[in-house]
Each structure stands twice: as C-alpha cells, then as structure tokens.
C-alpha cells in the first residue's frame, strides 16, 4: 500500500523558517515527478512547488518564489519543501503529491497525496 507522510509543520511567526519532509512507502517513486500543494480555510487546494522526476528542474507559484525550495532525496524516497521568509498568508495545510506516471514531466496529474501537515504563521 503506498503512502506519502508529510512531517515538519507547525506554528511559527512571520519571518521564520519550516522545513517540511513528505517520505513515501510502498513503492519506490525516484523516478516520478513531486510536487507540494497547501490549502487555506475556505480555499481551493493551490499549486506551491514542483521538482522534475530527475530532480533537475523545479517549478514555484509566484506567491513563493525566492522564498521557498523543493528538493528531493531519492535514496530516502522523500521530498522536500525549505519555506523561509515565512507570511502570515502562507498559512495553510501542505500536502506533499507525486505524479501519475514515471518518466515524465510533461502534464503530471498528481495522484499520489498525504495526509497533510499544518503550516501556521503568527504575525
């Protein structure tokens, strides 16, 4: 059974740094794309970061350019999400996803997600 754990979340006041895990189990995923998403209350769930499935290329929402990286770590099966400058209106729960098919990262239609981890920024 595959699973995606997301970990490192919690509360921290603005202008701080989170670093969030997501390791999956159940199969090996080093050769697909993964991505982060977050959703805010009351809020469509929203694109954050994307990391190509050789790890050579990654992709950011505008919102958190320069402010946050997506890296990953194949030997662990886990992908990463470094969050500095942190904003009140980063606040969300993060979701970490991995694409449908390996090879690819043309199109990723995120079907793998976890369970969410919960990102508060105090002002």
């Known amino acids: 059974q595959v699973q995606l754990v997301e970990s490192g979340g919690g509360l921290v006041q603005a202008g701080g740094s989170l670093r969030l895990s997501c390791a999956a189990s159940g199969r090996t995923f080093s050769t697909y794309a993964k991505a982060w998403c977050r959703q805010a209350p009351g809020k469509e769930r929203e694109f954050v970061a994307a990391v190509s499935w050789r790890g050579g290329s990654t992709s950011y929402a505008d919102s958190v350019k320069g402010r946050f990286t997506i890296s990953r770590d194949n030997a662990k099966n886990t992908v990463y999400l470094q969050m500095n400058s942190l904003k009140p209106e980063d606040t969300a729960v993060y979701y970490c996803?991995?694409?449908?098919?390996?090879?690819?990262?043309?199109?990723?239609?995120?079907?793998?997600w976890g369970q969410g981890t919960q990102v508060t920024v105090s002002s």
């Open positions: 996803a991995v694409d449908r098919s390996p090879y690819s990262d043309n199109d990723p239609v995120w079907e793998y």
